[in-house]
């Protein structure tokens, strides 16, 4: 357990050590000096003591730099919880919050804009963590160690008034409760309600986002927009939330928000930013929802000099192609074509998409763009689609997509393409 040798962790030791006989040989104390401020040092000190007197094993740590803020100081302490626990092969790590930190907690957060998430409060559970004191009012724990003679230690800084929850334990909520006599209860029962509800949405979120996956793949997920404009507001919201926290992105209030906006009224082959570490893409009828993607490659195309055997490789818009050709028939895998060589002039270039291309088709030209737009083919995607052009700038082939007619085979020699895309080779 965590023992920081306050009155609230000094209560639990003695609980768990002299009043719970199932607990007290399996019991031991892991306390950590945060080196933060002039005297942490004899609290260590006389927490070894503590421990000697009452036969319990301590596990002892201490920060190797200088901590500077109470983030730095939550993030070092559970850290060190964490290695204290592993090594002495500890199933539970118990901390010793009560009623009244839930109660700080909850006004704390409400007060910031929390929603139902932050106004659950402190879990009594989360992993290996455990809180059983968290039911117990502070005054609960003040009266057990003065029936059993206590003693502990006061870190001075929980009564500076620099620090708000400082302020609302010592001024706030003490208000509250001569406005409101038993108003920390009602906060902590407040904090029971809302996990409950929120246990309830998470699972409703579950089965929402199951019920909107078509794909997921490594750094994206792409859900069906029309299920998801099915779900109210609060649910659409809850199930983007959780797409991006499966692909370990955690974005504030307002990235939400305008995606949320994006994905009702966005037009399709759009995209919108979700803070930094995301964007959110309509594709038609899916929306991608994609992890932030380190800087693409720039394109190296391929040219094809002649009709001589040959084969080279080409990258386009982040992926790799192997690319073949020559006179006779194509092998191998891949997308093939076949051409009139006649008709073919050389040199050839193997390239991505630019906007004005267009390919000859049985009725007249069309646009590539609209192309693709036909086989809704989503922007990422286009971008990595070849292009087969010849010396006069003609679109002989959209690899995958469609052949122009300008070189179709006749009569006479045939000159043949195979593209193989081998990004995941």
Known sequence: MALSGGLDSVVLLHLLRFAL??????????????????????????????????GVPLHAGAASVPLRTEAEARTARYAFLRRAADDAGAVAVLTAHHADDQAETVLFRLARGAGLRGAAGIPPRRGRLRRPLLSEPRAALEAYALRHGLTWREDPTNAQAGY??????????????????????????????????????????????????????????????????????????????????ALGVRVGAAGPRAALAFISTGAAGGRVS???????????????????????????????????????????????????????????????????????AFPLELRAWHPGDRVALGFGTKKVKKLFVERRLPRAERTATPLVVDATGRVLWVVGVACSTHAAVREGPVFFLTVRHVEHD
Do not use: K
């Not at 080196?35 to 421990?51: F, H, I, T, Y």
């Not at 009602?186 to 809302?194: Q, S, V």
């Open 21 to 54: 006989p199932q607990a007290a040989r399996r019991v031991s104390a892991a306390h950590f000096d945060h080196s933060m401020r002039p005297g942490s040092a004899a609290d260590a000190a006389w927490v070894r003591g503590l421990c000697a007197a009452w």
């Open 274 to 344: 979700v803070g930094r570490g995301a964007e959110v893409e309509r594709a038609f009828e899916r929306i991608l929802v994609r992890a932030a993607r380190p800087p693409r490659p720039t394109d190296r195309p391929l040219r094809v000099p002649g009709a001589d055997d040959g084969a080279g490789e080409a990258l386009l818009g982040g992926h790799r192609f192997a690319v073949a050709w020559g006179t006779g028939h194509p092998g191998g895998t891949g997308h093939a074509a076949e051409f009139d060589l006649s008709a073919v």
């Open 164 to 245: 708000a929850r400082n302020r609302i334990r010592h001024a706030v909520l003490p208000e509250l409760e001569r406005l409101q006599p038993g108003a920390a209860a009602a906060l902590a029962r407040f904090a029971d309600r809302a996990r409950a509800a929120e246990r309830t949405l998470e699972a409703r979120t579950r089965t929402a986002l199951r019920r909107a996956l078509e794909v997921r793949a490594e750094g994206v997920i792409e859900l069906a927009r029309p299920v998801l404009l099915g779900y109210d507001a609060e649910l659409r919201a809850r199930v983007l939330r959780q797409a991006l926290r």
